[in-house]
């Protein structure tokens, strides 16, 4: 008698042809249609139980905190979001409503120091856990997790089981020691960071052309890499940058780029009635939970990772993009040739800069978190 439920938060569903790829047919095929199923966020019977001693709004599927015996079976490897995936990061993402969701995919907690380099130890982190706690506790349930930690190619190098506390405890060193990379050549801090953006990577096609998803993914790798840099680094990114939304899977993204163009800041932006408008819009919503789109309010938790590097760098340069207006509204600077890029980089590091290049970081697996020999 088991249900196997996605636990895919804001992101689209899973349709019956991905699970067939994802899991094969011989364990889908014994589970579908009826006790295979996507958690939706929207779901009218979300269940919410109040506030936690943080703050945090605390929604989980009811489904789940309903059963006998709920199992929560994830990954554990490197993560600018909490420091680590899986544990119970998964209960307070993958299983929550969107205002559970908005407590910690926010400026207030992502733009923190402690936000940079994949630290376990931040404040989001303790989000995780105060959420995933008030949860067990308001439920009476017992959460176990099954986390494997994966290599470079998703390969399993261990695999721990039990209580989702003792879980994180038992997995966080060996992900640490895959996951967290010192630079041996690099003595002291870089003071640039190249980044490659493909097309096409985790979130789904035109991650790297639709400007909200393009610039989390620099947010996200300037993370990874803030203990390998000065504290004002230069980020030199290569897209294209053609403005494809791709509203087949992101419908509310165009909207709310749109929208945002009309704020200051993107924290004004995003605690704006406005933002919130398009965050609950009913056709957007609707669309995620029957029509495999992503919920709107996964644009605003884009943006606020998008600005971190705004915050803390020097300047952006987004080199190749083919409507280089959309790349400058960001606040990037445009420029056609990576030399041109270099050259004009030059103005704030010196004449001889250290360059981190990573230009394999969404094409070659499981990313790192690096650090210079130098640094703390």
């Given at each position: 008698d088991i249900t196997l439920v996605c636990?895919?938060?804001?992101?689209?569903?899973?349709?019956?042809?991905?699970?067939?790829?994802?899991?094969?047919?011989?364990?889908?095929?014994?589970?579908?249609?009826?006790?295979?199923?996507?958690?939706?966020?929207?779901?009218?019977?979300?269940?919410?139980?109040?506030?936690?001693?943080?703050?945090?709004?605390?929604?989980?599927?009811?489904?789940?905190?309903?059963?006998?015996?709920?199992?929560?079976?994830?990954?554990?490897?490197?993560?600018?979001?909490?420091?680590?995936?899986?544990?119970?990061?998964?209960?307070?993402?993958?299983?929550?409503?969107?205002?559970?969701?908005?407590?910690?995919?926010?400026?207030?907690?992502?733009?923190r120091p402690d936000w940079l380099g994949g630290a376990a130890k931040s404040r989001m982190r303790d989000q995780f856990k105060s959420i995933g706690e008030s949860i067990v506790k308001k439920t009476g349930k017992s959460y176990?997790?099954?986390?494997?930690?994966?290599?470079?190619?998703?390969?399993?190098?261990?695999?721990?089981?039990?209580?989702?506390?003792?879980?994180?405890?038992?997995?966080?060193?060996?992900?640490?020691?895959?996951?967290?990379?010192?630079?041996?050549?690099?003595?002291?801090?870089?003071?640039?960071?190249?980044?490659?953006?493909?097309?096409?990577?985790?979130?789904?096609?035109?991650?790297?052309?639709?400007?909200?998803l393009m610039s989390l993914a620099i947010g996200v790798q300037y993370s990874r890499c803030a203990k390998a840099l000065r504290p004002d680094p230069v980020i030199i990114a290569i897209s294209s940058c053609d403005g494809w939304f791709n509203s087949s899977w992101f419908p509310s993204?165009?909207?709310?780029?749109?929208?945002?163009?009309?704020?200051?800041?993107?924290?004004?932006?995003?605690?704006?009635d406005e933002a919130l408008r398009i965050s609950t819009d009913n056709e957007y919503c609707y669309s995620y939970s029957n029509r495999y789109t992503y919920h709107p309010f996964h644009a605003m938790s884009m943006i606020s990772g998008g600005s971190v590097p705004l915050k803390w760098c020097s300047n952006i340069y987004m080199v190749g993009a083919k409507r280089p207006g959309i790349a400058r509204t960001i606040g990037y600077t445009t420029m056609?040739?990576?030399?041109?890029?270099?050259?004009?980089?030059?103005?704030?590091?010196?004449?001889?800069?250290?360059?981190?290049?990573?230009?394999?970081?969404?094409?070659g697996g499981m990313p790192v978190n690096v650090k210079c020999s130098g640094s703390k």
């Open positions: 636990a895919q938060g804001l992101h689209r569903r899973n349709t019956y042809e991905e699970w067939l790829w994802y899991l094969g047919p011989e364990i889908v095929n014994n589970f579908w249609p009826d006790r295979i199923v996507n958690h939706d966020a929207e779901d009218p019977n979300i269940l919410d139980l109040g506030i936690d001693e943080m703050g945090n709004v605390v929604q989980t599927n009811a489904f789940v905190a309903s059963v006998d015996i709920p199992i929560l079976i994830g990954h554990c490897a490197a993560n600018p979001y909490g420091g680590y995936s899986g544990g119970y990061k998964m209960l307070a993402t993958g299983l929550a409503g969107r205002e559970s969701i908005a407590s910690h995919h926010t400026p207030k907690t992502m733009l176990y997790t099954v986390d494997a930690v994966i290599g470079r190619t998703a390969d399993i190098l261990d695999v721990k089981a039990g209580l989702t506390s003792e879980v994180e405890q038992a997995t966080w060193p060996l992900a640490s020691q895959r996951s967290n990379i010192v630079l041996n050549d690099l003595i002291e801090p870089a003071d640039i960071l190249v980044i490659g953006l493909p097309r096409d990577f985790h979130y789904g096609p035109g991650m790297g052309t639709n400007p909200i993204y165009e909207e709310t780029f749109q929208s945002l163009q009309e704020y200051s800041s993107a924290s004004e932006f995003l605690m704006s056609a040739k990576f030399d041109d890029a270099l050259k004009d980089a030059k103005r704030y590091v010196g004449d001889n800069p250290r360059i981190l290049c990573t230009p394999e970081c969404y094409s």
